[in-house]
């Protein structure tokens, strides 16, 4: 049986906080659908605010 990959938008998410622990630019955001996007934002956002909390990429 063959492996499911990742729903889209969960992939999305994660590498917006992927960029966002790397303290990356949201601006730097590779989604050019709204969708894709907005989840992307999502997971950079939800980033930030760990990194303001104190966890970080080490």
Known sequence: ???QKRDRMER???KGY???IAGRSKEGC????????GYW??????AMDD???GLSAK
């Open 30 to 37: 590779p989604y050019q659908g709204t969708d894709a996007r």
């Open 18 to 20: 992927q960029a966002g």
């Open 12 to 14: 999305a998410r994660a």
């Open 51 to 53: 990194r303001v909390t």
């Open 41 to 46: 934002l999502g997971g950079w956002r939800d």
């Open 1 to 3: 049986m063959k492996r």
